[in-house]
């Protein structure tokens, strides 16, 4: 069987309004919002697709299975006020930054979803990023003045602690790991930190004023800063000497930046709209669209077509083209104060109407495939809410149908110990 395509989500976790909604990417791009409690503001996707880990507050997150939105997998116990999530990559560990009790909190991913560890880090841990290797997180502490380097394995200490500049707040990694630059917020600078023992401060590169967010672009050459206070973005070179090779106006108070897929554009939200930036000297700015009133955070989604803008003010989400001319595809309500966006792969589950012919009977079933899902030892299929098979295959024929009835499926993986691992998928049939 040809794998079955799966269906591309947006996660919008809206601060005010204990929310997340669920924007399926194409059109008429349907919207689920999900009830979570608190004030959701962050939130991050295993690599498989299949769980979304979210900053709830304002001491637990909350794990939502992806192919059902609605289903809570936990409310997991964190430290105070969580403020970012970064997964490692082969999806086993959450790593949560708890600003008010400054600590790290080590979740695994997988149920019973059990916290492996707390680590006290400096004052103010603002955003973790793991290194590409998976084995070392990073976390900007931003009253301390300093970033933690936690190793990954148990028993998950410190591995070394680096002073940077002022407040730091963002991280971005270089694409081979070698090294980690930090927007220093109040300091008004990027600081650049070898990612390997003993991790030496390379350089502190000025930039313009309150640096926000910094992203570095998919060939690894280069790190696009925002710079709220003087309505700029710097770019940097992130090799030595680190120095800043353009400045270029945009729209105030630019917050965050998002990269297309490419690597030739740099897309930047500011109070006006969004400025779209050449990624090559002289940087120009390319294009000012305007999206929609107050414009936030920017992701773009897995296949580059689409930036997803998040209106803060106005309880929205901008659907934009990424290519010429930067057309609004739609305007999406969400809750209040939408403040992250974050895309998933989630598998499907496929059903086909067939008939077949036995005992000079011609009769009606369906048949069901669904993707492998990863770890998975087998399936249990449930039609309306009953087990009826379980099975190692990817695929299951049912034969005792009603064709004038209804019917919702559901599969469920599993792995070798009879864990539950996640809905692999949902789908309801129709009435012949």
């Known amino acids: 069987m040809a794998a079955l395509p799966a269906i591309e989500k947006a996660f919008v976790p809206n601060a005010t309004s204990g929310t997340v909604s669920v924007i399926e990417t194409n059109s008429p791009f349907n919207t689920l919002n999900v009830n979570v409690g608190g004030g959701p503001a962050y939130l991050a996707i295993t690599p498989d697709g299949s769980k979304a880990f979210v900053t709830t507050g304002p ?3 909350s794990v939502i299975e992806t192919a059902a939105p609605n289903n809570i997998l936990a409310t997991v116990p964190v430290g105070t006020n969580p403020s970012s ?3 490692t990559p082969d999806g086993t560990k959450a790593f949560v930054t708890n600003v008010g009790s400054a600590n790290v909190t080590v979740i695994d991913t997988n149920f019973p979803y059990s916290v492996l560890a707390t680590v006290p880090v400096g004052t103010s841990p603002q955003y973790v990023a793991i290194t590409p290797d998976g084995s070392k997180a990073f976390v900007a502490n931003s009253s301390s003045n300093n970033v933690s380097i936690i190793s990954t394995t148990s028993p998950y200490n410190v ?3 680096v002073g940077v500049g002022v ?4 991280i971005a990694m270089t694409l081979d790991g070698s090294k980690a630059f930090v927007a220093n917020n109040s300091g008004g600078s990027v600081s650049i930190v070898d990612t390997n023992s003993p991790f030496i401060l390379l350089g502190t590169t000025a930039v313009g004023t309150s640096p926000r967010d910094i992203k570095v672009t998919p060939d690894g050459a280069k790190a696009f800063v925002t710079n709220t206070g003087s309505s700029n973005v710097s770019i940097l ?3 030595s000497p680190y120095n800043v090779l353009g400045t270029t106006g945009v729209g105030v108070n630019p917050l965050f930046v998002a990269m297309s897929l490419d690597g030739t554009k740099a897309f930047v939200t500011d109070s006006s709209g969004v400025s779209i930036l050449d990624t090559n000297s002289p940087f120009s700015l390319l294009a000012s669209p305007i999206v929609g009133p107050s414009p936030y955070y920017i992701a773009i989604n897995h296949d580059g077509t689409e ?10 989400v901008f659907i934009m083209q990424t290519s010429a001319p930067y057309s609004v595809l739609s305007t999406v309500s969400t809750g209040s104060n939408p403040a992250f966006v974050a895309f998933a792969n989630v598998p499907t589950l496929g059903i086909q109407t067939k ?3 036995g005992a000079g009977i011609r009769f009606s079933y369906y048949q069901l495939d669904w993707n492998v899902f990863p770890g998975a030892f087998y399936y249990k299929v449930f039609r309306n809410g009953i087990s009826v098979t379980m099975t190692g295959k990817t695929s299951y024929s049912d034969t005792d149908i009603n064709p004038s009835q209804s019917y919702t499926y559901k599969v469920v993986a599993y792995n070798t110990q009879g864990t539950e691992l996640g809905l692999v998928g949902e789908a309801t049939t129709g009435v012949q």
């Open 59 to 61: 001491s637990s997150i």
């Open 85 to 87: 999530v970064a997964i």
């Open 159 to 161: 591995l070394g602690t």
């Open 167 to 170: 407040a730091p707040l963002t």
């Open 237 to 239: 070179n992130t090799s």
């Open 307 to 316: 930036a997803f803008i998040t209106g803060f003010a106005t309880g929205e």
């Open 355 to 357: 008939s077949a012919k």
